[in-house]
């Protein structure tokens, strides 16, 4: 887990080895209708941004609170840091963890530079070698963690939960609108949004 020491940012270091117990997780980001069921079903307020967008798309403007919410109102919970890593491993090519020719990262994300330049709908990129499809940048997906950019330096090997207590959550995946595009969709990169980011949906895993 986390990036080698040339390469990444000094957050995703050192990289080290992590034992995870056997688990689930979403195949698709959870998408605006799915929300809106559970908001309706918990009487919650739709966040603004999802009131006029297709059900197809995927939830936004979720805070971790709401997405914490929403996964256990579906029997299920938000992953933590190296369950979603561990999840994005497979991409690619066997042993790759970088975008190449053979695999260009246009067939797998969407980022404000890009020619499509929107958020696109659920499903639409092709899947990672697990059938799991948009874990890069369709919008940043919520992990339990909290956030700590000394983390990895003193983290247990086995089923890391983070640290006991911060400010921020981790969100991974990063989201369409960054400037930096495929850098932000490396599977390695860690994200912290603020508690009510405008692009920032849900995946679920148990």
Not at 52 to 65: D, E, I, M, Q, T
């Amino acid at each position: 887990m986390g990036s080698p020491e040339w390469f990444g940012d000094m957050d995703e270091q050192p990289r080290h080895l992590v034992r995870l117990n056997a688990f689930y997780i979403d195949r698709y980001e959870v998408s605006a209708e799915q929300y809106r069921r559970f908001a309706k079903a918990t009487h919650r307020k739709l966040p603004k941004e999802m009131e006029n967008k297709p059900g197809y798309y995927p939830a936004v403007s979720v805070s971790w609170a709401e997405a914490a919410a929403y996964c256990t109102w579906a029997g299920k919970r938000l992953p933590t840091e190296a369950e979603w890593e561990k999840a994005a491993q497979s991409d690619l090519l066997p042993g790759k963890r970088k975008f190449s020719r053979v695999t260009p990262a246009a067939e797998y994300i969407w980022y404000e530079h890009d020619q499509r330049k929107a958020i696109r709908p659920v499903g639409e990129e092709m899947p990672n070698a697990l059938g799991i499809f948009g874990m890069h940048n369709y919008v940043w997906e919520w992990c339990s963690d909290w956030y700590s950019d000394s983390y990895y330096r003193d983290s247990p090997m086995d089923n890391p939960q983070g640290p006991p207590a911060g400010d921020l959550h981790v969100a991974r995946g990063g989201g369409w609108y960054y400037w930096s595009g495929v850098y932000v969709s490396r599977i390695t990169a860690r994200g912290r949004p603020w508690p009510n980011p405008l692009i920032a949906g849900i995946r679920c895993a148990k």
